[in-house]
Structures are given as C-alpha cells and as structure tokens.
C-alpha cells in the first residue's frame, strides 16, 4: 500500500511508472540500521542473535479473532518516526497491526523494506514480542507502492511462496496482506506469481487470514486491479477479502469513497458471479488518515462516514494507513505530507479508534476463547446473587468477561464496547448465562 498515485482505468500498455516516489509509504527507502526505538522502549540489539530473535517472535497469542486481523491498521516498526506499539495499543485497545513492508532483497530474499533481511533483522522480533504478550498479534504486509517484489523475482508461484512461507514461519503468523499495486501489478507475470503464491499459501497454512489490498478509484479499481481480479479467477483462488484505497485518485470526502465502494462491489459481483451480500462480505476498504499525497484530506468526521457504511454493508475489512501519521503534527498543524503525523488537528490515535469500533462490531469468522477464559459450563446457583459487576455502556469487555444486567448473568463472546447485553446485540456478543437477583436495588443509572 505504500504508493501515491493509483493508475486509473488505463489500458494495456499505461505509460511508464513515476520515477520518484512520495513520502507517504517508503517501502523502498533506507531502512535504519539498528533502530532502538521500538514498541515499549529501547531494544537492545547488539547482544541479539539469530535464536534469540527468532524466539522473541513468541506463539501466537490464543485470544485474537480474525476480526482484529480485519481491523489491523499499518504500522512501520523501521521507518516514519515508530511511535511506541504499546502505548498505542493501552490508549485505544487495539489488538493486531499491519506490519509493513516485505520486499525483495535479491535473488528473492524476503527484506523489511528490502533492505533487512528477516534472518538478521532484530527490530520487528521485538514488535512481534510486545504486541503478543499484551494479547494481541500481528499481520505482516507484503508488497506496497515502489520497491521490487518478491513476485516481480521469484520467477515462479512456487518459488514466490517459498519465500512468503519463510515470512510466515518466522514470524508465526496466523495473517498475511499481499499488498498488490505499483509498479509490481502492471507486470501481468508478476501478478501470476504474487496470486499463485496467495493460493498456496492459503493451501499450506490452514486458517491463515489472506486480505489482497489494491489501488481504488472512483469506478472501484482500475484496469490492472480488474487484472488482478481475473487472475485470481482463473486461478480459483478466494482470499478473506478484496480491499481498495480509495484516495490519492480524486477523492473528495467520504462520500466519494463510499461510492467507490459501492462501484467496486459491482466489480467483484460481475467477476465472481457474486451476489451484492456475497461481494461485500468479500470487500474491504483501507483509508488514509489526513492528508494524502495529492492534498486530499480525510478527516475523523469522514472515517466515521466509511465505518457507518462499512457496517451497515457489512464489509469484510476497514483499516488505514498509518498509525504512524495518527498524530497532530507539532508547530504547524499542516506542514505538508508527512509519514509521522496527518496534517490534520487531532488528538494522538483518533484514526485508531476507528478501527477498534471496526473490530468490535465485526463478528470474528470463528469466535475465540483466551485460555484463561472460564468454561463455557454456568457456574451460577439460580436464582442466587447476582455475582459479577454491573454492565457499564463505556467499558471494554473482552472475551471471557461477566457482566450482571437486570437480572442476568452474561459472558461475552469477543471484545464489545456499548452493546447491551439485554438487547441481543448486532451480532450476539453476549452469552446469556443465568437469572441472578441483585444484591441489592441499584441506584446509579447504567452510563
């Protein structure tokens, strides 16, 4: 996704890609070589090693839906001023993150920014560590705008998916974004290879989340992305979602992405043979928080916009780049574009908080249990005293929580903020247990 200018419905044989690449997503650009600043703190890299590293990535944590995977924003560990994960993650109660990018080192060796391999890379490990064991996970985004891609080198599906299949073993990973645009996705071989891979991956790895995220414009993507579409087709491969950028094209507020999204369901109704249910629950969309590289801007009040349709249209996937620009810049506010702050006044993590509600409106494709969970037995002597604390509508719960409610004991089944458990909820979050009696009459109005 690191790209600007998304080509447009453009024919065979477009002009030549831009030369030069815009600050928003630097997928090419010098990596640091030995950043301390990572997730909680300074890392202390020089005594690393390749075993310690590879340990640190850790299991992957049991607790996490594919929903966080749905709602995981991008975040670069190595570039664009890293603000610190777990601080991010305390402020807003996001649980995954969208690491980003895998590229093409040479002779087709997996590279963060192509430029650190990931036998020797000792930043993302640390990343890894501290997201699991605050509960959450990570998903690892291959591709992006500029760069060489492991499709474009490869030379062959398998041989693409040899190198991927390392990515994901390193890093345990349970979910993957091949992130497909320039100038990697005008190469119609290189497509072949980076979709092939998709499949066997998928084939390989049972249960791993696969999004495909690619250029959007305001007819829903353009001629390489209908490419793309077809050759997936052909391959008769299916991943978890379809995901466009609608932005850097023209784009005036919400509304114009809305439409594209509208647009873009067509598409995928038209090349799949879908119904207009079937390809919104295929669908996803991934934003730009601020101002873009073509001076749009996207502000909180539109990114609401998107989650109110991404919701109601029940949408497979909303995220953004970047949780490195969720923050004001200081002096200025609009300074100009910037990959570590919006351009737009804010408080830190506004854009965050979006796909946090994402997460929590969206049902997990299989609903997750942390191990530490109770038992799905009821505990509870009926009528007995009601036991657990009264259901607070802006309190978090997480699966496994107990809440009283009139009368009723309730457990949640995933992460849910503001939903009633006496009102079923949009999609059932919360497991009905036993009728309690309150202790006594309460008071103080439910907030």
Not at 95 to 122: E, H, M, N, R, Y
Not at 385 to 396: A, F, G
Request: aromatic share 10%; proline share 8%; charged share 15%.
């Amino acid at each position: 996704m690191e790209r600007a200018l998304p080509p447009h419905a453009q024919p065979p044989n477009p002009p030549p890609s831009q030369s030069s690449r815009p600050p928003r997503r630097r997928a090419a650009a010098a990596v640091a070589a030995v950043l301390g600043l990572v997730a909680g703190g300074l890392v202390a890299v020089a005594a690393a090693n390749a075993a310690t590293t590879t340990a640190a990535a850790g299991a992957v944590s049991g607790g996490i839906g594919s929903n966080w995977y749905a709602s995981a924003p991008y975040l670069m560990p190595e570039d664009n001023s890293p603000p610190d994960v777990s601080a991010v993650m305390d402020a807003t109660g996001q649980k995954a993150f969208q690491l980003a990018f895998i590229l093409d080192k040479g002779g087709c060796v997996p590279a963060w920014g192509g430029t650190s391999p990931i036998d020797t890379d000792t930043t993302m490990p640390a990343v890894v560590q501290t997201v699991r064991a605050k509960g959450g996970d990570v998903s690892v985004s291959i591709g992006g705008y500029g760069g060489t891609k492991l499709g474009q080198t490869c030379g062959t599906p398998e041989a693409t998916a040899a190198g991927y299949q390392k990515v994901v073993d390193k890093y345990q990973l349970k979910a993957i974004d091949f992130d497909l645009e320039e100038p990697e996705y005008e190469n119609t071989a290189a497509i072949r290879n980076e979709i092939g891979a998709a499949r066997i991956l998928q084939r390989n790895n049972p249960g791993l989340y696969i999004s495909i995220t690619t250029a959007g414009t305001a007819a829903g993507t353009g001629w390489f992305g209908q490419q793309m579409l077809n050759e997936a087709k052909a391959q008769g491969f299916t991943p978890d979602n379809y995901s466009i950028m609608p932005f850097d094209g023209g784009f005036n507020g919400a509304a114009a992405q809305t439409s594209a999204l509208v647009n873009f369901n067509q598409i995928l109704r038209t090349t799949f043979g879908w119904s207009e249910a079937e390809a919104y629950a295929h669908e996803g969309v991934s934003l730009m928080n601020g101002r873009t590289d073509v001076a749009e801007y996207f502000r909180q009040a539109d990114f609401q916009a998107v989650l109110d349709f991404a919701l109601a249209h029940k949408l497979a996937r909303y995220t953004y780049w970047s949780v490195n620009r969720d923050r004001q810049c200081p002096g200025t506010v609009d300074p100009g574009l910037s990959g570590s702050c919006s351009s737009v006044v804010q408080n830190d993590w506004d854009f965050t908080r979006f796909t946090v509600r994402f997460a929590g409106a969206t049902p997990p494709t299989t609903p997750t249990v942390s191990p530490s969970s109770p038992s799905a037995s009821p505990t509870y002597t009926m009528p007995g005293v009601c036991k657990d604390p009264e259901w607070q509508r802006d309190t978090v719960y997480t699966a496994g929580a107990k809440v009283s409610r009139q009368g009723h004991a309730y457990r949640a089944k995933w992460w849910t903020l503001n939903e009633d458990p006496t009102a079923g909820g949009q999609w059932g979050v919360w497991e009905r247990l036993e009728i309690c009696a309150p202790s006594r009459p309460s008071t103080s109005p439910i907030r």
